[in-house]
């Protein structure tokens, strides 16, 4: 799998990514509406039941044998997981809703992996490290600030539902956090990088809004 942007770029459904550049200027999908204090809904978006599949139309395959997870940048004690090693971490559940800026939102899904708090505790970010830069197999990013990766709810996930993650929603183990639109939670995870600086990443460079945030409705930047 390609990781230069060049490469992805060269692959991408050429399509999706012009409308969605164009959604971005558009600010389509804006409504302009802040969600009631204890709604369960965040503004502008509808529940769906089903599970929509949305990456850049390529879906890498990445088996468990051949998986590792690097965990780096500015961190005292950097790792690189295997497989093994990965499950060999405590393990931990979560009951999430998921929220697409695409305006559909998911109920209650719940995810079994490796909390980013334990992955926190593990290689201890220095004082200089604020922001996390999510890298993935198809050679997509997404950035986020480290307190909002800090948060109880976010999840190195590998099942969903008891499941194995499938590959078409980021299997072996994708990101999950829940707060943010999930545009942030990369699919086919491969490194976690600690970083002093933002560095925006795929969607945030072209035209996201850099927080992502649902309950703001910060769609687009
Ligand atoms: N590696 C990777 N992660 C990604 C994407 C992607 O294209 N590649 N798309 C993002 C977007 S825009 C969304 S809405 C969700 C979709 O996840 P799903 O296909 O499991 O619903 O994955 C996010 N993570
Ligand atoms: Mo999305």
């Known amino acids: 799998?390609?990781?230069d942007t060049n490469g992805l770029l060269g692959q991408v459904k050429k399509?999706?990514?012009?409308?969605?550049?164009?959604?971005?200027?558009?600010?389509r999908?804006?409504?302009?509406?802040?969600?009631?204090?204890g709604q369960r809904l965040p503004p502008g978006q509808r529940e769906v039941k089903n599970w929509p599949v949305l990456d850049l139309g390529i879906q890498p395959d990445v088996p468990t044998a051949s998986w590792s997870l690097a965990v780096d940048g500015l961190v005292a004690a950097p790792v690189a997981w295997t497989w093994t090693d990965f499950l060999a971490q405590p393990q931990a559940t979560d009951v999430s809703d998921i929220h697409c800026v695409t305006a559909w939102s998911r109920y209650d899904n719940r995810w079994d992996g490796v909390s980013a708090r334990h992955l926190l505790e593990t290689v201890r970010p220095l004082p200089d490290a604020r922001f996390v830069v999510l890298h993935a197999h198809d050679g997509y990013t997404a950035n986020l600030p480290l307190d909002r990766f800090a948060d109880a709810d976010v999840m190195l996930a590998h099942s969903w539902e008891g499941m194995p993650i499938p590959r078409e929603h980021g299997g072996p183990v994708r990101l999950v956090v829940p707060k943010l639109y999930f545009w942030k939670s990369a699919k086919w995870l491969k490194?976690?990088?600690?970083?002093a600086d933002d560095r925006p990443g795929f969607w945030e460079v072209r035209g996201y809004h850099n927080e992502g945030d649902p309950w703001n409705e910060e769609r687009y930047g």
């Open 15 to 27: 399509k999706l990514l012009e409308s969605k550049e164009q959604w971005a200027r558009d600010g």
């Open 191 to 195: 490194r976690v990088e600690f970083t």
């Open 1 to 3: 799998m390609p990781d």
């Open 29 to 37: 999908l804006l409504t302009g509406a802040s969600a009631p204090a």
